[in-house]
């Protein structure tokens, strides 16, 4: 029986036009009214979460989040934090550096700072908006190396990503978590810290077993929770290399996938 789903948004349990469908909401309301924990865990920080959260009424005190691709665990009622494994301010310039001398841009989420950049760049204005956030303009060599850094991410279009992302130092890939979660996006997190640590460590808290755990997401940043999952579930619209790694797959989001999958393995519908 399982007993805990995570569940990624953006191209899983969010369609095209960033709703969350009557089918997918009637799914996840069944399996919680079955005693099943249904947790998002996201990219996004908390404050581009928070309006589903409400939508589903998932903020009592028995509900948790997963915001920072796993780099931060919280309850969602006080926002007490159940893990937090974050990078520092001179990891954030290191990026930086790198991102210069391969000319992409790059944006960080810090903890006291929110949403910050070197410089304006349509990818942070379009993270700004997705998840009502201000931007901070900043040199990040001007960070407080102590500073408290949940994620950097090299944002471009993948014309100019995708061959800068092939010219990564090795180094980069040892010292840090690095996951692609779209082709305009590469995020990069403390070594700790992917959607996989983020759930075992609920699951943990929980007291749920890791055969008890269903996962379901889409692209790059959702392998680990997938790997780790008792169940791991690739979406129709998933990455090839995704789909690979997944045990099962189910419907695309435009298709109601969420719920395809909650209703066949855990409601018996």
């Known amino acids: ?95 930086a550096q790198l991102a210069h001398q391969l000319g992409v841009n790059v944006h960080a989420f810090s903890r006291t700072l929110g949403l910050i950049t070197p410089a304006l760049n349509h990818y942070t204005e379009h993270e700004s908006r997705l998840n009502d956030l201000p931007i901070t303009l900043l040199d990040f060599a001007e960070l407080d190396p102590e500073d408290e850094i949940l994620k950097v991410m090299l ?15 090795a180094s980069l890939y040892q010292d840090y978590t690095v996951v692609q979660s779209a082709p305009f996006f590469l995020e990069i997190m403390n070594r700790h810290s992917h959607k996989g640590a983020g759930v075992s460590a609920l699951a943990e808290h929980l007291g749920i077993e890791r055969q008890q755990v269903i996962c379901m997401g889409d692209a790059g940043n959702d392998s680990h929770m997938i790997e780790y999952a008792g169940l791991g579930i690739a979406m129709g619209n998933a990455t090839d290399e995704l789909k690979a790694l997944a045990g099962h797959i189910t419907a695309s989001n435009d298709e109601d996938g969420v719920a395809v999958a909650i209703e066949r393995f855990v409601l018996g519908a």
């Open 155 to 169: 944002i471009d279009p993948p014309e100019l990503l995708t061959p800068a992302i092939a010219q990564l130092p």
């Open 1 to 95: 029986m399982y007993k805990l789903i995570a569940l990624d948004m953006d191209g899983t349990l969010l369609g095209h036009d960033q709703q969350i469908s009557a089918r997918n909401k009637a799914a996840i309301a069944a399996a919680r009214q079955q005693g099943v924990t249904v947790v998002l865990a996201s990219g996004r920080p908390l404050e581009g979460m928070t309006r589903y959260l409400d939508e589903l009424a998932m903020t009592g005190a028995d509900d948790y989040v997963i915001c920072y691709n796993g780099t931060l665990v919280q309850r969602a009622a006080d926002r007490s934090v159940i893990r937090s494994q974050a990078l520092r301010g001179r990891d954030a310039s290191r990026v």
